[in-house]
């Protein structure tokens, strides 16, 4: 595995990203904004078991989505490579957060 993030300006979002050899993503996180709002704090093989029990819609309601092209293909982002900690900090403490919503 391998973790990087990206930021987008035009919406004012962070994307970290943990990839597969491939460059396809098994969990990714997006937060918005000055305070880092989390949007999303998805994980693929979640997503997966939320489909296969008919509850993709809920999962994708609460947890957000993964994208759905490897990050090799995203233009015009400057990918930054991160260590599997700092990534695990931020999706724990994103996790935690989405988790604390009502619904």
């Known amino acids: 595995m391998q973790w990087l993030r990206c930021y987008w300006d035009e ?11 491939e460059g396809w993503g098994t969990r990714q996180i997006e937060l918005q904004g000055p305070e880092l709002t989390p949007l999303a704090a998805a994980s693929l093989d979640e997503w997966q078991r939320a ?3 008919d509850r993709l819609a809920d999962y994708e309601a609460k947890f957000g989505l993964i994208s759905e092209l490897p990050v090799s293909q ?4 400057d990918l ?3 260590t599997s900690e700092r990534f695990e900090e931020v999706w724990d403490a994103t996790r935690r957060k989405i988790a604390a919503r009502p619904g």
């Not at 995203?74 to 982002?77: L, Q, T």
């Open 11 to 21: 919406e004012d979002i962070w994307f970290y990203f943990e990839v597969d050899a």
């Open 74 to 77: 995203w233009e015009g982002h």
């Open 51 to 53: 489909r296969d029990a």
């Open 80 to 82: 930054e490579w991160l």
